[in-house]
């Protein structure tokens, strides 16, 4: 399961390629006030992605943030990996440990097959979606809100 601070960062960044003209930032208050975010929280998230590459940023009046790259370059995995780690693509349903320390000595876990299936899908979806793709259906800010 995604932390909020990954789904805070997947909201924010969808409305950013969405809603962030070229050479044109968008301040923190007017993404959290739009996005019905905490602006400390949001603020928080936001400059992570900065070092990560994902963002860039500018301080002063005109200042806020953008997308480093063109919306079609940026993938949900590249969101997720970077804010949650790859965990959520590695670790085992049931057990603690990612899969890839398993101890072959000890039995799999009950759901291993199946879920290892259904974990490669997900994240050759993660993979493939970028945030182009899932603005297409978006068509105003409160489209997010409702997430």
């Not at 945030?131 to 809100?145: A, H, Q």
Request: glycine residues 6%; contains cysteine; positive net charge.
């Amino acid at each position: 399961m995604l932390s909020n601070t990954c789904k805070y960062a997947l909201r924010a960044l969808i409305y950013l390629a969405k809603f962030s003209k070229e050479e044109k930032m968008i301040g923190i208050k007017k993404i959290s006030e739009d996005l019905k975010l905490s602006s400390p929280f949001l603020g928080k998230i936001l400059q992570n992605l900065v070092k990560q590459k994902l963002l860039v940023s500018t301080k002063g009046p005109n200042g806020g943030f953008a997308l480093a790259k063109h919306p079609s370059g940026i993938t949900l995995w590249d969101i997720v990996t970077r804010v949650d780690g790859e965990e959520f693509f590695t670790n085992c349903l049931i057990r603690l440990e990612p899969c890839r320390t398993h101890d072959s000595s000890k039995p799999l876990c009950p759901v291993h097959a199946q879920y290892d299936s259904l974990r490669n899908e997900i994240g050759k979806f993660y993979q493939g979606t970028t945030l182009e793709i899932v603005g297409k259906d978006i068509e105003k800010y409160e489209d997010l809100v409702k997430l």
